[in-house]
């Protein structure tokens, strides 16, 4: 049973992502029998190109990507070269899972609040410093250009690209290669970026790429934050597949093979980029150099990171804030009255959501969880160099979610699975699977293994050993994975939306789906809502060992 | 530390603590193209005081007392200031460079490296070897460039932790005789923590037990 | 598990079915034969135990609000299950029973009613989507009295039919904070005056948002001189000749709107929120209580006046209709019947629910129902209630996609 494991799980990620492209790629070259497509033609693409604004539309899904993840890494990279050590490193390490673990959306949300003319920011600076006695009739949020979603995308991927960073670099040895720098004569930011950066980067690749394909395809966040005239690309083939007027289909579909293009070119882009980068810092990295820039270097890797995080903690707490707001005017800095009818309206309608949402996650994240240490315990057992077939794992995190969610509903029909709450919960696995994956891998491979030989040495037998030493043993990095995989689950938008046909409700469907209403204050208490949940399950895993913990040594004295 | 003439390294009463109980104290002067060593088991530590010396002390540990390198009060400076090199058991070449480009880490800036590194490599035996993956060396050659880096670097003192104990027999013996005439002709202080009798002996210098 | 999964038919179905069966006991039967809405014991005998997967706009709070209670009503006196479906455009319900039909699933469909009106249901109607006829035989539609009231049976100028139950009354309302503006605009020329002396605090929803489709109706017919065209499909005229005033008027506008027109709102409720952020300081609204209820929610100052424009707005009836292939018919008939019944109709006009009109002919109901409509005082930022009889009819349908493909395909790319 072991040895079908791996197996299993590529086919669990692969198969419905080719599927679902497949049945996207038809259809865009006119082909959906079911839709009254029986013969291949361009119509799809000729009427894709005579959109209005689909330049622009392409230009910003592309730019996005590019951009949000060039900032972010750098902040990420910066931070981790000016700060070791430093109170700044400690907390910001200790903020890294929860500020992951929020969603998009509700991020999304806050950060709006935040930036709006008549957000959080623009009332703490007037009127005394602006003299406006109104909200500035600024395009800020939903700019043409699509900077506010850009820096939207970067307050999410700095702590993904920081945790990644910080899952690798132990097996780098930084300190060693600091302490060796510094003693040849170079200052600590310097040190860090010429003898850690070289080898963590390849490390962390993978993760940088799948941060640019969903940020050049983000769907949710670019509802919220993007342009609207034109969208980004991804939100308007969302209303294309959900026009009346069924040849949008077949647009839809030319579109999305479309959005596939554009995350491919970007991802090349980059590619391109890391070479150029690469042969332009050759030279630098053993000029000698060793002090040059330390200063700016440092200044930035501090602020940028502590600015950011600083914006995704101010951005909750606006939530906080117009979930209990009674009437606001601007410029008041506070409500002009608290009231908990918001919470107290929303209280019978959250139920059953978060119903759904718990119980989408727990059942995704068991099945991924258990996928996921059948094919590390096979990998242990057959000693399997993991590295050949990482990057499998990945395609689900690659390839958009908007190229393939449409074809995987296809495909799931002609197979008679209609969209429901099965369907939403084998939607989530796809994307839950490779987080637990990762955050898992590492602990479990460097498990030192004479645990178990001694385990087998007293006459364990090896599925005891398992069951008996390995996962007590694991049991923080266990419950760390799970709530990992909790929190993608929780956040994901358009698997639920998609393949639950509308009809399963999470929280976090339910907090897009005001986004229309843009009722701030029941946004603030369904984001609010929205990134608790994931929070408390982190929370869960951090003190569950200690507990548990605990007990055995009481019990033992 | 730009000034290039032999300076003497001097410990001046270090005592190192932790969670308030004395770990060691230490008193001497190195002087230049001296290599004192210090020995001690495993515990005792030695790695301590080389951390304090070169500025990496952990924060749970306390310590007193002046490390002076001339006249330089060198517990004033950053790490990287201080013109204090290191050789450690592993060699620790940076896997992300060539065997050249390792070299050419230590050596200072504007410096004519093409040369120095033809050079240096020539010195150790390895002439031709600057484009290899370091990775590709044997553990002799390894350690061998290891040194010629931190000497690149123009270190104004060296320590040294445990260089030798992952060298096989063989290599160990010649290692210590290229290491410690090295030292000895750029005329620098070196400090040597080990705990093989037989690397004191080859150091040939004033000996100090801890533990 | 459903009768036509064939869990050996591919790998894909293999790789899945392992994973899914759990879940696929969700599933419900496929239902037989439809029932027949004019043995109404039957319906509402069958209806019990039934779900009902009800397909609505989700944008507006108070909308969702009002469903969740009438769930909870359903539930309790009938037996049946209402789960809201949040729509963000009923477009995509129309688009997801089109797809059903495509790949021929007639009998178990994913819908079981949308709320609907205008062009949505013209279509549906147009591609034979919708179950019925039905509506006149709900026990409660006699109360609507549809001989006196005809726009109960009449959806953008098209005859209903029977094919969709109305549900409620909507008519647009400006609003405007009297503290801050004395003389509102009373009609489209001075709305543009108006915008120029106040830049930046007007705007309408972004197109194809109904309530912004529906500003584009009511400038149009304000504006144009042939307004018996736009009671016609819009095949019959000269499209370009009829709007011509309409975009000339646009163009003068937008400069002046919020955000000088480079952005608009997402939907009227956006607009209500700018309002209470200050943005705004002029709006509308397609309920004549909006501005009320808002009061009473704290979102809006207490200062905040209602009124209809001089030469009358745009009026409409919503409704709610069954698609062909809903499983679960019987009880989307007795959903549909429930929300014309006068408790349903008085719990959805009130502020503290919705504030939505009721389609009941109030003066015809007996005494005890009456009373249910009394609310007391009516609330100062509510609308005046003789300002309601001042309606205009909804165009021809396909004015309303025609008008949104215009203002895409000129505005669409700021």
Known sequence: MLRLAPALIIALLVLPVGAGLLMVLLPAFGYLPALGGHTASLAPWQMLFAQPGLERSVAISFASGLVSTALALMMVVLFLAASRGTWLDRSIRRLVSPLLAIPHAAIAFGFAFLIAPSGLVARLISPSLTGWERPPDALIVNDPLGLSLMAGLVLKEVPFLLLMSLAALPQLAPEKRLMLARSLGYSPTIAWLKTVLPSLYPL?????????????????????????????LSVSILGWFNDPDISHRFMASAAAVLQLGITLAALLCWWLLEQLIRTLTRGWLTDGSRQRGETALRLFGRSALLISSSMALAALIGLGLFSVAGFWRFPEVLPQMLTLDHWQRSGSMLASPLLTTALVGLISTTLATALVLATL?????????????????????????????????????????????????????????????????????????????????????????????????????LLTAFAVGLAISIGQYLPTQLLGAGRVTTVTTEAVALAAGSNRRLIGVWALVQAGLPLIGFMLALTLPRLLGAQHREHAS | MTALSPATLRLEQIKIA?????????????????????????????????????????????????VWLGEHNLLNLPAEQRGI???????????????????????????????????????????????????TLSGGQKARVALMRLLLSKPRAVLLDEPFSKLDTALRQEMRSLVFSQLREAGLPALLVTHDHADADAAGGPIIELG | MPTDLNPLRGTFSTALATTLSTAMLALALPAMANPDPSDWQNVVAEAEGQTVYWNAWGGDTRTNRYIEWVAEQMQAQFGIEVEHVKLDDTGSAVARVLAEKQAGNSDDGSIDLIWINGENFAAMRENDLLFGPFAEALPHFALTNAAENPEVVTDFTLPTEGYESPWGKAQITFYYDSAQTEAPPQDMPSLLDWAEENPGQFSYPRIPDFTGSTFLKQALIELTEQDEALYQPVSESDFEAVTEPLWAYLDALHPHLWRSGRTFPDSGPNLRTLMSDGELSLAFSFYPTDAAVAVMEYELPESVRSYVLAGGTLGNVHFVAIPYNSPHKAGAMVLADFLLSPQAQAEKQSLAMWGDRSVLDIAQLDAADQALFQQGERHPSELPADALSNTLPEPHPSWMTALQDAWLERYGVN
């Open chain 1, 204 to 232: 962390i690749r993978l993760p940088v790429y799948a941060v640019i394909a969903y940020a050049t395809s983000v769907v949710d966040m670019a509802l919220i934050l993007g342009p609207t005239l034109p969208p980004t």
């Open chain 1, 377 to 477: 315990e096979n990998e242990h057992r057959q000693h399997l160099q993991p590295k050949r077939s990482l990057w499998l794992l990945y395609l689900p995190l690659l390839v958009p979610q908007i190229a393939f969610l449409f074809g995987l509903i296809v495909a799931a029909e002609s197979v008679g699975i209609r969209p429901q709450l099965g369907l939403v919960i084998a939607g989530h696995l796809l994307f839950v699977l490779p987080y637990v994956y990762l955050s898992l891998a590492e602990a479990y491979r460097q498990l030192d293994p004479r645990w178990l030989q001694v385990a087998r040495s007293l006459g364990v037998s090896r599925s005891a050993a398992f069951w008996r030493v390995r996962l007590p043993l694991l049991l923080a990095p």
């Open chain 2, 85 to 135: 090199g290191l050789l450690f058991q592993d060699p620790l070449l940076f896997p992300h460079l060539s065997v050249g480009g390792n070299l050419r880490f230590g050596l200072p800036r504007h410096s004519n490296d093409k040369h120095q590194v033809t050079h240096a490599l020539e010195q150790i035996g390895l002439a031709g070897f600057a484009e290899r993956d370091p990775a």
């Open chain 2, 18 to 66: 932790l969670a308030g109980r004395e770990l060691l104290a230490v008193d001497a002067t190195i002087a230049p193209g001296e290599v004192l060593t210090v020995m001690g088991p495993s515990g005792s530590g030695k790695s301590t005081l080389l951390a304090y010396i070169a500025g990496f002390l952990e924060r749970e540990f306390s310590a007193s007392g002046g």
